[in-house]
């Protein structure tokens, strides 16, 4: 990601980066005191970047629901950094609701396949966080306040990409694990085996063990079309350097 993004594309940048973040629910009754309780959760993102989680009604965090659904999610982006504090990190505040979304559930497990081990336990549901506003720290001095709305993606017309991202990840995953790996490697990232776990309008999403990397589109794509012309554009360039 430029330095140069707007703040709210940083935001999206870091959302859509996170494998985990830090939940704060509210814990207590309405009579008596109410402490804040935060909790690691695995994320993934819908297409235009509502973050979505699988969560057990056992847990403290899901128990905390019934009484307030209104929570802040931290996702942060300052792995590997010398001084943590220089880097991104983005708090999202919105109402957490359970959802029985297909997109939901698809996009959560090609990000988390080890999820899909639990994922039909009686006791599990997943749930998708409406957000209002985020709060972004892009280092010393860099505060923004954001509606959700500036840093949502839109989707309105990319419904065909929206529709294929099973086959776009069936595809790569299948016939261009190198490519990948050099798109990755030109992008900063680790040496792994990386494959793609996301395809939106505005970018992909790859992951190589517990390291996850969003790959931004140089424009936003509307059709199956257009994704095949950007990821060929990313291998040629990604080979190129």
């Given at each position: 990601?430029?330095?140069?993004?707007?703040?709210?594309?940083?935001?999206?940048?870091?959302?859509?980066?996170?494998?985990?973040?830090?939940?704060?629910?509210?814990?207590?009754?309405?009579?008596?005191?109410?402490?804040?309780?935060?909790?690691?959760?695995?994320?993934?993102?819908?297409?235009?970047?509502?973050?979505?989680?699988?969560?057990?009604?056992?847990?403290?965090?899901?128990?905390?629901?019934?009484?307030?659904?209104?929570?802040?999610?931290?996702?942060?982006?300052?792995?590997?950094?010398?001084?943590?504090?220089?880097?991104?990190?983005?708090?999202?505040?919105?109402?957490?609701?359970?959802?029985?979304?297909?997109?939901?559930?698809?996009?959560?497990?090609?990000?988390?396949?080890?999820?899909?081990?639990?994922?039909?336990?009686?006791?599990?549901?997943?749930?998708?966080?409406?957000?209002?506003?985020?709060?972004?720290?892009?280092?010393?001095?860099?505060?923004?306040?954001?509606?959700?709305?500036?840093?949502?993606?839109p989707i309105h017309?990319?419904?065909?990409?929206?529709?294929?991202?099973?086959?776009?990840?069936?595809?790569?995953?299948?016939?261009?694990?190198?490519?990948?790996?050099q798109i990755a490697?030109?992008?900063?990232?680790?040496?792994?085996?990386?494959?793609?776990?996301?395809?939106?309008?505005?970018?992909?999403?790859?992951?190589?063990?517990?390291?996850?990397?969003?790959?931004?589109?140089?424009?936003?794509?509307?059709?199956?079309d257009d994704v095949?012309?950007?990821?060929?554009?990313?291998?040629?360039?990604?080979?190129?350097?």
């Open positions: 990601m430029s330095d140069q993004a707007s703040p709210a594309l940083a935001a999206n940048h870091v959302i859509r980066g996170a494998l985990t973040a830090s939940l704060a629910t509210m814990q207590g009754s309405g009579d008596g005191d109410r402490i804040p309780y935060a909790s690691l959760v695995l994320i993934a993102t819908m297409p235009d970047g509502r973050p979505v989680m699988l969560l057990s009604t056992l847990a403290e965090h899901t128990k905390n629901l019934s009484s307030s659904r209104q929570i802040s999610l931290l996702c942060d982006g300052t792995a590997g950094l010398r001084s943590p504090l220089t880097g991104p990190r983005v708090t999202v505040q919105g109402e957490l609701l359970a959802s029985d979304s297909t997109a939901a559930r698809a996009r959560f497990l090609a990000r988390h396949h080890d999820a899909g081990q639990y994922a039909d336990f009686g006791d599990f549901q997943f749930y998708v966080l409406e957000p209002t506003r985020v709060h972004l720290v892009a280092g010393f001095g860099a505060i923004h306040w954001i509606y959700w709305a500036e840093v949502s993606t017309d990319a419904g065909e990409v929206i529709e294929g991202e099973a086959s776009i990840l069936d595809h790569m995953n299948a016939d261009h694990r190198d490519a990948m790996t490697a030109a992008a900063g990232a680790p040496a792994g085996d990386w494959i793609m776990t996301g395809c939106d309008p505005a970018g992909c999403d790859l992951r190589s063990g517990g390291r996850a990397l969003r790959v931004p589109f140089a424009h936003p794509l509307r059709s199956l095949r012309a950007e990821l060929v554009r990313l291998t040629r360039d990604a080979r190129g350097s």
